[in-house]
């Protein structure tokens, strides 16, 4: 029997520690080949999920792939994994994807109404990977159809939370985090009673400006700004996590996700980003679960669960990390997770419109538009001038949540321009 410490290191080369906890049984392994979807299939989680996918191909078989607007990259991940169709967002390059398909078999679509028919074709898991709001639709098509869903779109919650959870809820329809922050603390609860959850925390690496003083990160470079200490990412999470919007953006999920209120949410700085999720139970226990920093790990639970595969990633050695360090996040040199914690307090409305107006000025700072600091300062004015349009109530329909964000975005649009003017 376990003592009141124990770790336990598991084959995708995650570990659980536990203190003061019995680990719970898990159900058996299934031996049949589990069908998937993957919607983002060449952004950076797309891109992930077919590499732990082709470590174990007669693990999986893929239904089917999308895109926005990387026709030749789809075509050619559609061929690889022999996908059955291949859906391109913009309609204006369904020729050069069909020329791509050309010969294979493969049925060739366009345009957003055919991306969110391909989420719901009958799979076994939707691995949700659409960057923005465009991600809403097509992850709420793939709830109806009845599908799992491997949530890696952080819109689907800050956007339309409650809209989400709501669908997921009436479908009876569990919904994966591949979030590495999230994944571990749903690990970490795995089914444990809600009412003995004291506090849940988040971790951050602080990202590459996490000892740069405010001074320096007004003449920060999105090419500085790119540069994350830990993860390999796309440019608008990457920019996120130097804002620690990223992280603002993750307490409002897991509000959601976990169905915890803002005050038993919390954030760390863990430059080491080995620790992803803790939780500190009613008894004085917590657990936490610790994995290398590689996305791969997150999504091989997602797709396995509530099995679990081998994947290589790279195994944990405590002893050559020597030591793990913690400190509080900075709100004076970091707003945007003051503003983030801000919106969830507001409600459903004000987190649509932070995440919206994020984008543009996220977006705005890649194109050389604003300087780095401006990102929280449009968010924050975006909120404040939309209030009276949202009208304080959280969006009830996708109409409703696609509104807000649209308008969200004008507003933020409105604001880059006159800070360049």
């Known amino acids: 029997m376990p003592g009141p410490t124990s770790g336990a290191v598991c084959s995708n080369g995650e570990v659980m520690v536990s203190i003061g906890a019995v680990a719970l049984d898990r159900p058996s392994r299934s031996t049949a080949p589990r069908r998937v979807t993957i ?22 078989v893929v239904e089917a792939v999308t895109a926005n607007a990387s026709a030749a990259r789809l075509a050619e991940i559609a061929r690889s994994v022999g996908a059955r169709v291949a859906v391109i967002g913009d309609p204006t390059l369904y020729r050069d994807l069909k020329d791509g398909l050309a010969g294979s078999g493969i049925a060739a679509a366009a345009g957003p109404a055919a991306i969110a028919e391909a989420a719901t074709r009958p799979v076994d898991l939707v691995v949700a990977a659409i960057v923005g709001a465009a991600g809403l639709a097509p992850t709420l098509a793939a ?13 689907c919650l800050v956007s339309a939370g409650q809209l989400f959870m709501k669908a997921a809820g009436r479908a009876g329809i569990p919904i ?9 603390i749903f690990q970490i609860l795995d089914g444990r009673p809600a009412a003995a959850v004291e506090r849940i925390t988040l971790t951050a690496s602080g990202g ?11 003449r920060a470079t999105p090419a500085e700004a790119l540069r994350h200490p ?27 996700l976990f169905d915890e209120p803002a005050d038993r949410l919390d954030v760390l700085i863990h430059p080491q980003s080995v620790v992803h999720g803790l939780v500190r139970f009613a008894d004085g226990s917590m657990l936490a679960s610790l994995g290398s920093p590689d996305m791969r790990t ?25 030591s793990l360090t913690f400190e509080a996040p900075d709100a004076t040199r970091f707003p945007a997770l003051r503003l983030a914690r801000a919106a969830l307090d507001a409600g459903g409305w004000a987190t649509n419109m932070l995440s919206a ?3 543009v000025a996220v977006a705005s700072f890649l ?8 990102i929280a300062r449009i968010v924050e004015e975006s909120v404040a001038r939309g209030s009276a349009i949202a009208g304080r109530r959280a969006p009830a329909t996708i109409d409703e949540a696609l509104a807000l964000d649209a308008e969200a975005r004008r507003i933020a649009i409105g604001l880059v321009e006159a800070a360049k003017s």
């Open 39 to 60: 919607l983002g299939a060449t952004g950076s989680i797309g891109a992930s999920t077919l590499a732990v996918i082709g470590e174990r191909p007669e693990a999986y």
């Open 357 to 359: 107006a994020n984008e």
């Open 208 to 218: 590459p400006f996490r000892t740069w003083s405010r001074q320096e990160m007004e």
């Open 230 to 256: 830990s993860w390999s990412m796309g440019p608008k999470i990457t920019i996120d996590s130097a804002t620690l919007m990223n992280k603002g953006l993750e307490l409002i999920e897991a509000h959601h």
């Open 298 to 322: 997150p999504i091989a639970h997602c797709l396995a669960w509530p099995d679990r595969n081998s994947v290589a990633v790279r195994k944990l050695d405590l002893a050559a990390i020597g």
């Open 143 to 155: 709830i109806g159809a009845g599908s799992r869903i491997a949530l890696a779109n952080k819109e």
């Open 176 to 184: 994966l985090p591949v979030d590495s922050e999230h994944n571990a």
């Open 367 to 374: 194109a050389g538009r604003i300087g780095f600091l401006e």
